[in-house]
């Protein structure tokens, strides 16, 4: 019996290719400054990771992971994406998405479970109208931890005062959001974005 659901943040409440390429460049101008290069050459070795990343994983790796590769400490990245765009400045409400999780939220406990930090995370909430519908908001900062770490699934589960099988994950990514979820027996649902999410209401309704 599902008692929770955890949503991923960033492709699954939104989709926005303006906030990617805001990240990606933050991720740019990160490795410039660790390596004294151009923004280019940083643009380069990243998208190059990148794909090699993703012939091991088989899905699209996120900026923060592919950072993480070259032993950039998350805690500067995080300083490096904050300070380099606001989201709020690229989103809009989106109200049908506030009443269809309004509605989930009548029978399951609501969180989200991201990569991205507290700063960042509240942003985007805020920007979306989506503050204060969620039980809790798990972020990198809350145990210092990363998708596709299964301990992240497994401490925001027993935050949630659940077991792990009491959970549904929702997620845009199989092998960071979800692989790991069902591995820990939580039941898992792949979306493409937040117009998914209302398709979702009615199998939770029915």
């Known amino acids: 019996m599902i008692k929770a659901i955890l949503f991923d943040l960033d492709g699954t409440l939104y989709k926005s290719e303006t906030i990617r390429k805001k990240f990606a460049e933050a991720a740019y101008t990160t490795i410039a400054k660790l ?17 090699e990343l993703q012939k091991k994983s088989g899905s699209a790796v996120p900026y923060t992971l592919t950072l993480l590769s070259f032993g950039v400490p998350i805690e500067e990245w995080h300083r490096e994406n904050i300070a380099f765009f606001d989201p709020r400045d690229y ?34 909430l805020e920007a979306l109208n989506l503050k204060g519908i969620f039980d809790r908001v798990f972020t990198y900062n809350t145990f210092n931890l990363l998708k596709p770490d299964p301990v992240f699934f497994k401490k925001a589960a027993e935050e949630l005062d659940v077991e792990t ?23 898992i649902h792949e979306v493409t974005g937040p117009e998914d999410i209302h398709t979702m209401r009615s199998g939770l309704d029915s």
């Open 165 to 187: 099988n009491e959970c549904l994950v929702v997620g845009d990514r199989y092998a960071i959001d979800l692989t790991p979820a069902k591995e820990l027996g939580m039941q």
């Open 91 to 124: 989103l809009t409400e989106d109200q049908k998405l506030r009443e269809t999780l309004i509605h989930i939220k009548k029978q399951y406990r609501l969180a989200i479970l991201t990569n991205n930090n507290t700063i960042q995370a509240e942003r985007i």
């Open 35 to 51: 390596k004294n290069i151009s923004l280019e050459k940083a643009q380069k070795l990243i998208e190059e990771r990148r794909e």
